[in-house]
T-cell receptor
Framework: EPEVTQTPSHQVTQMGQEVILRCVPI?????FYWYRQILGQKVEFLVS????????KSEIFDDQFSVERPDGSNFTLKIRSTKLEDSAMYFC???????????FGSGTRLTVV | KQEVTQIPAALSVPEGENLVLNCSFT??????LQWFRQDPGKGLTSLLL?????REQTSGRLNASLDKSSGRSTLYIAASQPGDSATYLC???????????FGAGTTVTVRA
């Protein structure tokens, strides 16, 4: 069964530092997403990406965040100048097209200290 | 905006009992609805996907139904086992966008 792979599984960073979370979506999928889950809260949508551009983003996804697909396989989320409240589990997901369901990765647990 | 609610928040049953997990959504213009399983500290594993044109989907001991008119989906797990202990999340997608709106989940404990 194809998987979405996320690295690292855990990351601890100091407040104010930049972090890059990495994802390898399923190879024949066209749509890519980032979601996050703050401990004890709902999974929240951050951004969707299609055809090498952002197709939709939430209010959470402000100028502190950016996404990139630097090559044909990786999809990254960059968080500039991290804050304590950025501590969460970040999930990458991909889908083949709109009619199909999402496949999620196992997540990166980000802790900002 | 699609609001998704799951009741109850937690459920504890003895092994062998059937489980019924409820999900309600506010926007009837739902495109599809997906059920996920989440183990503590882990990722989201897709269980079932129901398109808006479908009434139900089945996979093994799992059956999910969708009623757009009432804004409800139900996940049935037959003959529960301790290995079914996890948090179950439902997530709906509206017709005019690609993002999923998640419920807060139902945490299930199956007692041996």
């Amino acid at each position: 069964e194809p998987e979405v792979t996320q690295t690292p599984s855990h990351q601890v960073t100091q407040m104010g530092q930049e972090v890059i979370l990495r994802c390898v979506p399923i190879s024949n999928h066209l749509y890519f997403y980032w979601y996050r889950q703050i401990l004890g809260q709902k999974v929240e949508f951050l951004v969707s990406f299609y055809n090498n551009e952002i197709s939709e983003k939430s209010e959470i996804f402000d100028d502190q965040f950016s996404v990139e697909r630097p090559d044909g396989s990786n999809f990254t989320l960059k968080i500039r100048s991290t804050k304590l409240e950025d501590s969460a589990m970040y999930f990458c997901a991909s889908s083949r097209q709109g009619d199909y369901g999402y496949t999620f990765g196992s997540g990166t647990r980000l802790t900002v200290v | 905006k699609q609001e998704v609610t799951q009741i109850p928040a937690a459920l504890s049953v003895p092994e062998g009992e059937n489980l019924v997990l409820n999900c309600s959504f506010t926007d009837s213009a739902i495109y599809n609805l997906q059920w996920f399983r989440q183990d503590p500290g882990k990722g989201l594993t897709s269980l079932l996907l129901i398109q808006s044109s479908q009434r139900e989907q089945t996979s093994g001991r799992l059956n999910a139904s969708l009623d757009k008119s009432s804004g409800r989906s139900t996940l049935y797990i037959a003959a529960s086992q301790p290995g079914d202990s996890a948090t179950y999340l439902c997530a709906g997608r509206r017709s005019n966008d690609y993002k999923l709106s998640f419920g807060a989940g139902t945490t299930v404990t199956v007692r041996a």
